[in-house]
């Protein structure tokens, strides 16, 4: 039996399209961007949440010496909002990054890997609510997809344990 596993999602060449509080998460990610930490990759990431009472949270990369203990711009804007807003529920995430490398080009729209992938399907879980998602390129070329869950098909989670 074959099946097929397929989402919609938008596609935009900039942030017009958005709505007014869309457009200031958008912000906020890009404004986050300036407070990663970033020396290995040179790859600055920023995320912004849009929590249901209006708050917008921030998180940038922080890497580290030893690599593995570097964490997402993502995960890092999840904890802070889990553990400052535990029972307001995420409404939007938007992601946006610098590039430190010039000669890469500047028009590719950044997608989460694949452990935040794996945290917001978490998030969106134990909330009972999926979360729009605004993908960005530094360009500011757009992707909104309505359902961060779609990002993780045939995904692990407690459903299993
Ligand atoms: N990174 C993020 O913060 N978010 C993503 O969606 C992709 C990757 C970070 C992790 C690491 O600090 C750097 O970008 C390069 O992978």
Known sequence: MHKTISFDYQLFED?????????????????????????????????ALLLSNGEIIKGSNQENASFPAGICAERVALSVASSLFPSEKIITVAIAYRNGAETVSFDTILSPCGICRQSLLETTQRQQSDIGVILSSPTGQIIYLERAAHLLPLAFSSLHL
């Not at 007014?20 to 995320?47: C, E, M, T, W």
């Open 15 to 47: 942030d017009s399209s958005l709505n007014p509080n869309l457009q200031q998460l958008l912000k906020a990610a890009n404004d986050a961007i300036n407070l990663s930490y970033a020396p290995y990759s040179r790859f600055h990431v920023g995320a």
